[in-house]
């Protein structure tokens, strides 16, 4: 290629580049707001009713279930509609959880105020009891909601085999990620969108 | 960024997508050089994952002295990133200074690895008109390599500009991670170019 050619297309594609970039956020954001809810409601209707696999789908609404929480209250998961939620399934013994509860608490220290809520199911009917769990929150100084599954039951739906496992969901309690694994402040940031 | 979960285990994307272009990258080279490639770019992934991972400890240092093993599976985010690649210009500075031959290797092994990288992430992305785009200008820049045309700077600033305009169009051009990857690039460019002065005088 010839040399002033080249000087010449290096120079247009700036100017194309510089374009593109002035005039794209405006562009991306209409377009998300166009086709983020026809996109929901195409594959919550698709759920099939029954089918627990299925119903753990990213894009199908997440299974509800009551649970007492450590102090005392007892919640539901269809409560937090509204707000995004990271639900987490963790046990005392687990070391990954460990690891990963200081990241979370900080978490949602600063963005708990912009409608992100953190749940984080203890799975009790496979950890040491109550009292542990209690010793373990206060050593980390844990502030956002612990439900306690004693039976079991809230872990097999949400099939957290391997702990810590957590999903995401957005306003209208659908699931839009699982994530097997700790996560840290950048990843939760990324995962429930916040600024 | 996306996550694919394996089984056991949630893995972002661009991890994903970084160590199949390091392999791939290396069979291209070896395809046209008839050799393997040199051990400076190995040494800049291990010098890359080293400092990302241990800049966790510096920047979570009270995390890290509670629970040392937290190591195993955080990094140190976009400060640990910035301060990886300043670790590979050093490096790769100081290599050019002490064997002046691999400095030409650079910048077409920098383009190969990132334009394999790039094509990663918007498959895993399943963006497929973005991917195939991107894999038009991949397999631009391998024919580029095997025909053996030097790569010129303006060369160079046409490739990077080409992925910048892509980039631009279907994924987020001005994020940190782009903008460090750029940066490498011209930092390249800049260090072939003094190199080659350096030569003539």
Redesign the interface.
């Known amino acids: 290629m010839n ?1 002033n050619l ?2 010449f ?2 120079l247009a ?2 100017v ?2 510089l374009v ?2 002035i005039w ?1 956020p405006g562009s991306t954001e209409s377009e998300k707001n166009t086709t983020a809810p026809a996109g929901e409601s195409v594959e919550t209707t698709e759920d099939i009713p029954g089918a627990k696999l299925s119903s753990l789908r990213e894009g199908a609404e997440a299974p509800d279930f009551e649970l007492n929480t450590l102090d005392g209250k007892t919640i539901k998961l269809s409560d937090y509609r509204g707000k995004k939620v990271i639900l987490n399934f963790w046990a005392t013994w687990c ?2 959880c ?3 509860m ?2 979370m608490q900080n978490f949602y220290e600063e963005y708990n105020d912009q409608d992100v809520e953190i749940l984080a199911v203890n799975l009790t009917n496979m950890d040491k009891g109550a009292d542990e769990v209690k010793k373990f929150v206060e050593e980390y100084g844990l502030t956002f909601t612990i439900p306690m599954d004693e039976e079991g039951y809230a872990g097999t739906t949400y099939q957290a085999f ?1 702990i810590p496992t957590s999903y995401i969901l957005d306003e209208n309690g659908v699931i839009t ?6 996560m ?4 939760m940031k ?2 429930t969108g916040v600024k | 960024m996306n996550y694919i979960t394996f089984g056991r285990f949630t893995l972002p994307a661009d991890l994903l997508a970084a160590f199949a272009a390091i392999f791939i990258g290396a069979l291209i080279y070896r395809a046209k050089e008839k050799k393997s490639i040199d051990d400076w770019y190995w040494n800049s992934f291990f010098l890359y994952i080293a400092v990302y991972k241990l800049s966790y400890a510096v920047f979570n240092f009270k995390l890290f002295i509670d629970t040392p093993f937290s190591l195993l599976y955080f990094n140190g985010g976009t400060e640990g990133q910035i301060l990886a690649y300043i670790g590979i210009a050093l490096y790769l500075y100081w290599l050019a200074r002490k064997k002046g031959n691999t400095i030409k290797e650079y910048l077409p092994v920098y383009f190969i690895f990132f334009l394999l990288y790039w094509t990663g992430l918007f498959a895993f992305s399943q963006d497929y008109l973005a991917t195939a785009i991107q894999t038009v200008l991949l397999l631009g820049f391998i024919l580029f390599f095997f025909k053996n045309i030097k790569l010129a700077v303006e060369y160079a600033i046409f490739f990077l500009m080409l992925e910048a305009l892509i980039l631009s169009l279907f994924s987020d051009m001005l994020s940190v991670e782009n903008l460090l990857i750029f940066a490498l690039g011209i930092y390249l460019i800049i260090l072939q170019r003094f190199n080659k002065e350096e030569i003539q005088h």
Request: charged share 30%; no cysteine; hydrophobic share 40%.
């Open positions: 040399k080249l000087s297309a290096i594609l700036a194309v580049i593109v970039n794209k070391p990954p460990k690891a990963e200081p990241h391997t990620k699982k994530i097997v694994g700790p840290d402040e950048k990843m990324e995962l």
